[in-house]
């Protein structure tokens, strides 16, 4: 069965500063993987995916994610964090051979002046 | 860009109501989907639907049903509303293209069954 970890319910981070958002993941075949952000009362915006090829993909915002099979891991990252930064991230995961999108419990970002 | 609009933002509602939540898409997508997210837990499946009148259970179907009559709308309905089901409820939609496909999301609802 497919499931999703993000082992940290909060991160905090100051202003300027690299930030790395976790998630590991689980799937019988191989994965598409995601990142969605949410914005406080708004719904879920995707922010980039992994498919396949490159293991570094590029997204929206200045944020990367790094795909790495070996460890089941797709970790978000930005290399300097803004305020506006601040918000609920989600990773999610599917299979290949699967019709449904599993979606980690999400980690909140907090991004400090 | 994908456009999918809710109902409503906010509902208030009683036990034992029959609710309608209703998501309207304009990009043609074959794909819906309903969304319950609670803290803690993500997101998580209620029911989907890949072409009109077609519907799949997803992994909490219990206590909700589904319709879709046209291809631009699905409606989530809560056949006797109960307090377990306040929650926020997001609807999302997807092209079809299974390799990878982005689901593009809807405000969501906040729902508060008293």
């Known amino acids: 069965a497919q499931s999703v970890a993000q082992p940290e319910d909060q991160v905090n981070v100051a202003e300027g500063n690299p930030l790395t958002v976790k998630c590991t993941y689980s799937v019988s075949g191989n994965p598409y993987l995601f990142w969605y952000v949410q914005y406080p009362n708004r719904g879920l915006q995707f922010l980039l995916k992994?498919?396949?090829?490159?293991?570094l993909v590029k997204g929206s915002y200045g944020f990367e994610a790094e795909f790495n099979k070996s460890q089941t891991s797709f970790h978000l990252k930005k290399p300097s964090a803004l305020v506006s930064d601040s918000a609920l991230y989600f990773c999610a995961v599917r299979d290949e051979r699967g019709f449904k999108t599993i979606f980690g419990a999400g980690t909140r970002l907090f991004v400090k002046a | 860009d994908v456009k999918v609009t809710q109902s409503s933002r906010y509902l208030v509602k009683r036990t034992g109501e029959k609710v309608f939540l209703e998501c309207v898409q304009d990009?043609?997508?074959?794909?819906m989907f309903w969304y319950r997210q609670d803290p803690g837990l993500g997101l998580r499946l209620i029911y989907f639907?890949?072409?009109?009148?077609?519907?799949e259970k997803g992994d909490i179907p219990e206590g909700y049903s589904v319709s879709r009559e046209k291809k631009e709308r699905f409606s989530l309905i809560l056949e006797s509303a109960s307090t377990n089901q306040t929650s926020m409820y997001l609807c999302?939609?997807?092209?079809?293209?299974?390799?990878?496909?982005?689901?593009?999301f809807g405000p969501g609802t906040r729902l508060l069954v008293l």
């Open positions: 992994y498919i396949t090829g490159d293991n």
């Open positions: 999302a939609t997807s092209a079809g293209d299974r390799e990878g496909e982005t689901q593009y």
């Open positions: 639907s890949y072409d009109v009148k077609m519907k």
């Open positions: 990009m043609d997508h074959e794909n």
